[in-house]
């Protein structure tokens, strides 16, 4: 990031669970102490962003998935070639419904049933 980060060093006081959950009330002045560590948490979490853009953790779930990936094109048993497919297409698988002959077949993507005579 070319924009310059806002530095906030000084760490303040963490304010009470009660006050973070239900927030500032009308009428509330905000103390100092939780107003810098807001700030510096603010701060400190960007910083981290800025620094690294949290390339650590993506690249460890690139390397994941690259894994997955490499694994599951190395399966011959998902996948067949073009020969498999075209012979599998063509081997003429065929059913008999009630005394007839029918060849299942594989045409443009669709699934054909006909009767051989």
Same mark, same amino acid.
């Given at each position: 990031m070319a924009e310059q980060l806002p530095k906030w060093d000084a760490v303040g006081v963490e304010p009470p669970t009660v006050l973070k959950t239900? /927030? $500032? #009330?009308?009428g509330m002045k905000p103390s100092a102490q939780h107003m810098n560590w807001l700030f510096n948490r603010i701060y400190k979490c960007l910083e981290e *962003? #800025?620094? %690294? /853009?949290g390339t650590e953790e993506i690249q460890q779930e690139l390397a994941a998935l690259q894994e997955l990936v490499a694994a599951h094109q190395a399966d011959d048993v998902r996948h067949i070639t073009a020969e498999e497919r075209t012979? $599998?297409? %063509?081997? /003429? *698988?065929?059913d008999t419904i009630s005394g007839k002959t029918y060849k299942w077949s594989m045409e443009n993507g669709g699934l054909f049933l006909e009767e051989v005579l």
């Open positions: 239900d /927030g $500032w #009330q009308p *962003i #800025q620094l %690294n /853009g012979k $599998w297409n %063509n081997a /003429g *698988i065929t």
